[in-house]
T-cell receptor, first 111, second 118 residues
Framework: GIQVEQSPPDLILQEGANSTLRCNFS?????LQWFHQNPWGQLINLFY???GTKQNGRLSATTVATERYSLLYISSSQTTDSGVYFC?????????????FGQGTRLTINP | AAGVIQSPRHLIKEKRETATLKCYPI?????VYWYQQGPGQDPQFLIS???????DKGSIPDRFSAQQFSDYHSELNMSSLELGDSALYFC?????????????????FGPGTRLTVT
């Protein structure tokens, strides 16, 4: 099956810093999503981005499908950005099928 | 906007008991997915349903079963619970419409049910 690798596994920053999280995947995909899992366990949709670039406030994401990677940028980090960031991909030959998650990047923002 | 609803949010069971988790998808969404997330792990796909028919299956134990009802809500039934079943169980929904090429089908996740087996 498809492999998803995220880097770095852990990232500790001071408030106000910028960060780049990377997601590599081993095959072409139909769907790529970025999630933020907050300390309460909730998975929050950040981006649906199988290709191209999107921005939402301090967050932006870029997926280069031909090179099989996606990047999540967080600017001017806040303590509320802490949590685990997951990249998840879907590669189906028919039907809407499962998301395969990476191992996540644990981000800690210190005040 | 309406989100995916899961109930209960927390559940404590003893070994060998049964549990039923419920999921109410976003209105008009036709596909439901179940995922299991163990402590410190990433979510793992269990099973999905499109228009009340099973559409995909992952590493779901034989002790677990699920279905989607006519109102599109779904239930995950878990029997003979084991300590290793303790996890966060997510339900997600999407609007697939049977045409994956023409329609983006972003999955939206519910808040999860935290199951503890003692």
């Amino acid at each position: 099956g498809i492999q998803v690798e995220q880097s770095p596994p852990d990232l500790i920053l001071q408030e106000g810093a910028n960060s780049t999280l990377r997601c590599n995947f081993s095959d072409s995909v139909n769907n790529l999503q970025w999630f933020h899992q907050n300390p309460w366990g909730q998975l929050i949709n950040l981006f649906y981005i199988p290709s191209g670039t999107k921005q939402n406030g301090r967050l932006s994401a870029t997926t280069v499908a031909t090179e099989r990677y996606s990047l999540l940028y967080i600017s001017s980090s806040q303590t509320t950005d802490s949590g685990v960031y997951f990249c998840a991909v879907e590669r189906s030959v028919k039907g809407a099928q499962k998301l395969v998650f990476g191992q996540g990047t644990r981000l800690t923002i210190n005040p | 906007a309406a989100g995916v609803i899961q109930s209960p949010r927390h559940l404590i069971k003893e070994k060998r008991e049964t549990a039923t988790l419920k999921c109410y998808p976003i209105p008009r969404h036709d596909t439901v997915y179940w995922y299991q997330q163990g402590p410190g792990q990433d979510p793992q796909f269990l099973i999905s349903f499109y228009e009340k028919m099973q559409s995909d299956k992952g590493s779901i134990p034989d002790r677990f079963s699920a279905q989607q009802f006519s109102d599109y809500h779904s239930e995950l039934n878990m029997s003979s619970l084991e300590l290793g079943d303790s996890a966060l169980y997510f339900c997600a929904s999407s609007l697939f419409r049977g045409d994956r090429i023409a329609w983006p089908y972003e999955q939206y996740f519910g808040p999860g049910t935290r199951l503890t087996v003692t």
